[in-house]
Each structure stands twice: as C-alpha cells, then as structure tokens.
C-alpha cells in the first residue's frame, strides 16, 4: 500500500469554525490532491499540487483552502466550516500526471459540520 | 468536461459467476483509465490502471479492457467470491484530473 495517511480520521464540528485536515505521504510523489466523496455526487476534486508552494483549484473548490510547505505534506482547510462541507475528504497522490501513473488514495477522514 | 457513466448501478450474482462491469466516458483524450474498489466506509484501492495507448490490463482474475474509440472500459471478475462484494469506481484521468463515475456495487451470494 502507499504510504499516505490522514488525520484526523473522524471529526465532527460546529458551523462558522475553522478545520485543517492534513495528508502526509511518504512516497516523496509530486502530485497531491484533495476529493470529497457525496452521496449523489460521486468522488470531486477540490484542489490539487504538483509541487511545494504550487497549488490549482479543482471543481469544487469554494470554501476551501489549502498548503504545501513540504513534499510531504498538503492541507486542507475550511475557513469557516458549513453543513454543506459534510463529507468524507480523501487525500491521493501520484508521482507524475501522464499516462501510466496511478493515482493512490488514503484511508479518507469523515468530517461532520452540525 | 470529462462525464464517466457506470452500468449497471447495482449487481448481485451467485458465487462463481463471472462479473461484467461497464464504464464509459465522454472525452476520448485521456492518459489513463483506473479501476477502483471501494468497501463500505473506507478507502479506494486501486484495482487496475490502464494506460491510454493499452487495450487491456490484467492481475489475478481481474481483466480490463479500453476502448478510447468508443469511450468504453469494461472490467471482468472472473470466478465471482463473497470477498468481492464492494463497489466498483472507474476513472478517467484528463491531464492531472480523474473523473469518477458513481460506481457499481457488487454483492456476491455465498
């Protein structure tokens, strides 16, 4: 399994407060991303990097932020968490965008904004 | 913008069946079809990836096929087990995204 973990795992939160979830790899992969998985919905990109300090936005991206000062590390952050952020966020990762190289994925962290 | 469509949406079968599930996406220009499966409440793991200029992949009594012409993936099980009850996710990557299609869930009866 790659090396990709999460946390938190679960958290559950008021609305208006601010959240940070973090991804941590230890694949030294250059591409990280973070989707959120609805109900309806399917699996949506939020944002992605492709490098430290270089980030875009996915289809989803209002409402969040996020931060890459490490090839390891990238977070997500909810500036003002709504209810509508409910959700399971998973962080992925790959080494390259082109063909032949896969996206793997964490073990998600289920976030609920009462 | 990339749409992946999975049929059917749900499947049951008795064990030792052989399994047929269907993926397809509107925009022929990808690098990369990828199989997912996922289990109730955790994580994707990726089964398959088949890269664009490939016409099948294939692990175990997993096969996948790609059809860019006609946007089209086909993933076989072959020899159904309980143990492969879970939805089935497909996507396609366009440039650095992958687009999901809502997936299949499988369950296999004992």
């Known amino acids: 399994d790659a090396g990709i973990t999460q946390s938190p795992r679960h958290k559950v939160t008021e609305t208006g407060t601010p959240v940070t979830l973090r991804c941590h790899q230890t694949?030294?992969?250059?591409?990280m991303y973070w989707y959120r998985q609805d109900p309806g919905h399917g699996l949506r990109l939020i944002h992605y990097?492709?490098?430290?300090?270089?980030?875009d936005k996915g289809e989803v991206s209002d409402g969040y932020s996020v931060s890459r000062s490490k090839t390891e590390d990238f977070l997500l952050t909810l500036e003002s968490a709504t209810s509508s952020q409910t959700s399971v966020y998973f962080c992925?990762?790959?080494?390259?965008?082109?063909?032949?190289?896969?996206?793997?994925f964490g073990p998600g962290t289920r976030l609920t904004v009462l | 913008k990339q749409e992946v469509t999975q049929i059917p949406a749900a499947l049951s079968v008795p064990e030792g069946e052989n399994l047929v599930l269907n993926c397809s996406f509107t925009?022929?220009?990808?690098?990369?079809l990828q199989w997912f499966r996922q289990d109730p409440g955790k994580g994707l793991t990726s089964l398959l990836l088949?890269?664009?200029?490939?016409r099948e992949q294939t692990s175990g009594r997993l096969n996948a096929s790609l059809d860019k012409s006609s946007g089209r993936s086909t993933l076989y099980i072959a020899a159904s087990q309980p143990g492969d009850s879970a939805t089935y996710l497909c996507?396609?990557?366009?440039?650095?995204?992958?687009?999901f299609g809502a997936g299949t869930t499988v369950t296999v009866r004992a």
């Open positions: 925009d022929s220009a990808i690098y990369n």
């Open positions: 990097s492709y490098g430290v300090k270089d980030t």
């Open positions: 996507a396609a990557t366009n440039d650095y995204k992958l687009s």
């Open positions: 694949e030294n992969h250059r591409y």
């Open positions: 992925a990762i790959s080494a390259d965008r082109f063909e032949g190289h896969e996206q793997f």
């Open positions: 088949i890269q664009s200029s490939q």
